[in-house]
């Protein structure tokens, strides 16, 4: 079952986040957790945030879950000339570049330009990785 996007706007600064790709790394809390918070509610507080902070947390997620919205509260993309493919230890394959995602029937999945994938087998959310490897004690 798909999840709803998450938008957060404040004056002009805003953050999408996907909950139906995100890996759950935390990468988003531990670096910055003035902004990212899930103990509080709204998890994502933009009081006292800075767009150079908010790219910064866009470009540390591991899985593209986080975007910058712009006015309209549509993800911006920042699209890559080449795509990278990086075998995270013990964790997803991290695809980085412009791309897209098709099934075995053609319907596309995702038109992303970062991702993380599953390659313990064990995500409920396949072909992306929901941090299970974590939980399973994946070891390749």
Same mark, same amino acid.
């Given at each position: 079952?798909?999840?709803?996007?998450?938008?957060?706007?404040?004056?002009?600064?805003? %953050?999408?986040?996907?909950?139906?790709?995100?890996?759950?790394?935390?990468?988003?809390? &531990?670096?910055? @957790?003035?902004?990212?918070? +899930?103990?509080?509610? @709204?998890?994502?507080?933009?009081?006292?945030?800075?767009?150079?902070?908010?790219?910064?947390?866009?470009?540390?997620?591991?899985?593209? *879950?986080?975007? %910058?919205?712009?006015?309209?509260?549509?993800?911006?993309?920042? *699209?890559?000339? %080449?795509?990278? %493919?990086?075998?995270?230890?013990?964790? @997803?394959?991290?695809?980085?570049?412009?791309?897209?995602? !098709?099934?075995?029937?053609?319907?596309?999945?995702? !038109?992303?330009?970062?991702? *993380?994938?599953?390659?313990?087998?064990?995500?409920? &959310?396949?072909?992306?990785?929901?941090? !299970?490897?974590?939980? +399973?004690?994946?070891?390749?």
């Amino acid at each position: 079952m798909s999840k709803e996007i998450q938008n957060y706007k404040k004056n002009e600064l805003g %953050i999408s986040y996907d909950p139906n790709i995100c890996t759950h790394s935390a990468n988003c809390m &531990n670096g910055f @957790p003035e902004i990212f918070n +899930i103990e509080k509610e @709204p998890w994502v507080n933009l009081d006292s945030a800075k767009k150079e902070k908010l790219t910064e947390a866009v470009k540390n997620c591991p899985s593209g *879950a986080l975007k %910058i919205i712009d006015d309209t509260a549509q993800a911006v993309e920042e *699209a890559g000339e %080449i795509v990278k %493919i990086d075998v995270m230890s013990k964790g @997803p394959l991290l695809v980085k570049g412009r791309f897209k995602i !098709t099934d075995h029937n053609g319907n596309v999945l995702e !038109t992303k330009d970062k991702v *993380a994938l599953c390659r313990c087998g064990s995500s409920k &959310n396949k072909p992306f990785c929901d941090g !299970t490897h974590s939980k +399973i004690d994946f070891d390749h």
